[in-house]
């Protein structure tokens, strides 16, 4: 059985940090790309990270970029998702998801990813 294994969500506050950890079970992540989505209250599931398979190429949604950084360790089949500078509008949960496809070039879109994780937690307020 293929699955996502997630951790590291929770209550911060404004302007805190908290880093999101992803992990592979029953294969192997090397060969998939890595996205992170979020889905606050009410709203639709949006993508806002990517990774490529070998990490050499990562994409960002206006929303994180230059506060969240996405990374990942093949030897250990896992991906993350740092997070610093949180807002409260940061505040959803938090899923990671994987495609055979090399498809961040789109923007981390959710009809692209077949494999995904249970879904965290993440609330950033005081």
């Known amino acids: 059985q293929l699955q996502l294994v997630e951790s590291g969500g929770g209550l911060v506050q404004p302007g805190g940090s908290l880093r999101l950890s992803c992990a592979a079970a029953?294969?192997?992540?090397?060969?998939?790309?890595i996205g992170w989505f979020r889905q606050a209250p009410g709203k639709e599931r949006e993508g806002i990270s990517c990774?490529?398979?070998?990490?050499?190429?990562?994409i960002y949604t206006d929303a994180v970029k230059d506060r969240f950084t996405i990374s990942r360790d093949n030897t250990k089949d896992a991906g993350y998702l740092e997070m610093h500078s949180l807002k409260s509008e940061d505040t959803g949960v938090y899923y990671c998801?994987?495609?055979?496809?090399?498809?961040?070039?789109?923007?981390?879109?959710?009809?692209?990813?077949?494999?995904w994780g249970q879904g965290m937690q993440v609330t950033v307020s005081s």
């Open positions: 990774i490529s398979h070998n990490g050499f190429r990562t």
């Open positions: 029953g294969f192997s992540l090397d060969l998939y790309v």
């Open positions: 998801a994987v495609s055979p496809g090399e498809v961040c070039f789109r923007g981390p879109k959710v009809e692209d990813f077949n494999i």
